[in-house]
């Protein structure tokens, strides 16, 4: 809804399939704003990661403080930047939110060898300045939030180059871990309006493929392991009448040779 409102996607929808990021975007941050902080963003936020401990303490602390419908929204903020796709704020943090979904990072240097912040064109070191502009004396933190593997890869392009400003908190988080974070809530309690909108974010980020791999569950995984043989038994019991032996005779020289050499 946000995505057609915004002009991202064309009243005939003939624009679609090039504004799936945006409509992504819109579909689960436009719904999870309707619950309080602590019912519904507060689970998406403990999920990100940041490459220093102190700055992942701080920020769990800040989000542990935050309750209700204090945060201000504003999708896809324009600014000499560029256009980021999600701003929330208060009185004390803005928080820059840049969402991928099938497509990478827009903009990239052509020259490895920048790491001055102020001269980079890499699309999260733009941000980046943006944020540091919006702060205001608040805490700036500049979220990348993607499937698992784009997200990976962008971290690890990014950790070793210092192209993101210094005053700004860089975090990673992937729609995965958001979807693990979400099916751990205990619905129990909640007002059915609440229940539906967690269902339906869950529903809308398992549609995605956004599944995570738990590992395997099944039975024969839950076994004691002995030094004794495993039974097999089959529902099908093998008799000399279901036992079937190839009929050819295997004939020298027509499936084998034997060399004597």
């Not at 700036?140 to 690890?156: D, G, H, I, Q, R």
Request: proline share 2%.
């Amino acid at each position: 809804m946000l995505a057609e409102i915004h002009n991202k996607i064309s009243q005939t929808g003939s624009n679609l399939s090039d504004r799936l990021e945006d409509k992504l975007t819109g579909d689960f941050f436009g719904t999870i704003r309707y619950l309080p902080f602590e019912l519904g963003l507060k689970h998406v936020f403990v999920t990100v990661e940041f490459s220093q401990d102190q700055i992942k303490k701080n920020w769990l602390k800040f989000i542990e403080e935050q309750k209700g419908y204090i945060v201000q929204w504003e999708f896809w903020h324009r600014g000499e930047e560029g256009e980021i796709d999600l701003l929330i704020s208060n009185d004390k943090a803005v928080i820059g939110i840049e969402v991928k979904y099938l497509s990478g990072i827009s903009s990239e240097d052509q020259d490895d060898g920048i790491q001055d912040y102020t001269e980079s064109l890499n699309q999260l070191a733009r941000y980046s300045r943006m944020m540091e502009k919006l702060s205001n004396g608040r805490e700036a933190y500049l979220l990348f939030l993607a499937p698992y593997e784009m997200m990976n890869t962008v971290k690890k392009n990014i950790d070793n180059r210092s192209i993101i400003s210094p005053s700004v908190k860089l975090g990673f988080m992937c729609w995965q871990d958001i979807l693990e974070s979400l099916k751990s809530l205990n619905l129990d309690g909640l007002e059915i309006g609440q229940q539906l909108i967690l269902n339906d974010l869950q529903a809308l980020l398992t549609k995605k493929g956004f599944i995570r791999f738990n590992g395997f569950n099944s039975k024969i995984f839950n076994q004691p392991i002995t030094r004794t043989a495993y039974s097999f038994n089959h529902e099908d019991s093998i008799s000399e009448g279901t036992w079937a032996w190839p009929g050819k005779i295997i004939e020298e020289d027509v499936f084998y040779v034997y060399n004597n050499d």
